[in-house]
């Protein structure tokens, strides 16, 4: 079966600094990855998705993520946090050989400090 | 861009009641789901439907039924609520079957059972 790792329930980080949100997966097959967001009282807004090719993938409102196939890891990655991107961010994988729902990890609430 | 629209924001029934949610997208998109979001359980899939009039079981569907008689409206029914049935519920579409098709959500359902 699928799974999705989110390992930490919070991230803290100050304004300006670098942020960086974890995410393992377990899936059959080749790998499809996605980051999405979701602010207070809102739906989930899809950020960015690894298909296949190059292992940073860029997207919106200045995130990207990291690939690492033999760590079976997507880490969501920011250069200079804003305190608007406080929200509730989910990974999620689905994989080639295996059902073809993507699973959503727990999530992981992102807290920037002015 | 792609619209999800929830028929509902708030709702509050009583417990016995035969409660539906509605959902309905915009762009033709083949297949919808339902969720539910629950702190520290993440999105859990109740049902999917990825043609009209076809639905799967997903994770958790006891004590839910869904409908799907147009592609664009997708029906979450509670047969007969329960308070443990209170909770957030998510409807989200995707343009194709398959492990790499990002999601659209809508913004949600927060349905309590009295």
């Known amino acids: 079966a699928q799974s999705v790792a989110q390992p930490e329930d919070q991230v803290n980080v100050a304004e300006g600094n670098p942020l960086t949100v974890k995410c393992t997966y377990s899936?059959?097959?080749?790998?499809?990855l996605f980051w999405y967001v979701q602010y207070p009282n809102r739906g989930l807004q899809f950020l960015l998705k690894?298909?296949?090719?190059?292992?940073l993938v860029k997207g919106s409102y200045g995130f990207e993520a990291e690939f690492n196939k033999s760590q079976t890891s997507f880490h969501l990655k920011k250069p200079s946090a804003l305190v608007s991107d406080s929200a509730l961010y989910f990974c999620a994988a689905g994989g080639s050989g295996g059902s073809y729902i993507p699973t959503f990890g727990r999530g992981t609430s992102l807290i920037v400090h002015p | 861009d792609v619209k999800v629209t929830q028929s509902s924001r708030y709702l509050v029934k009583r417990t016995g009641e035969k409660v539906f949610l509605e959902c309905v997208q915009d762009?033709?998109?083949?297949?919808m789901f339902w969720y539910r979001q629950d702190p520290g359980l993440g999105l859990r899939l109740i049902y999917f439907s990825y043609d009209v009039k076809m639905k799967e079981k997903g994770d958790i569907p006891e004590g839910y039924s869904v409908s799907r008689e147009k592609k664009e409206r997708f029906s979450l029914i509670l047969e007969s609520a329960s308070t443990n049935q209170t909770s957030m519920y998510l409807c989200?579409?995707?343009?194709?079957?398959?492990?790499?098709?990002?999601?659209?959500f809508g913004d949600g359902t927060r349905l309590s059972i009295l």
């Open positions: 690894y298909i296949t090719g190059d292992n």
């Open positions: 899936v059959s097959g080749n790998p499809y």
């Open positions: 989200a579409s995707s343009l194709r079957f398959g492990p790499n098709q990002p999601q659209h």
């Open positions: 762009m033709d998109h083949e297949n």
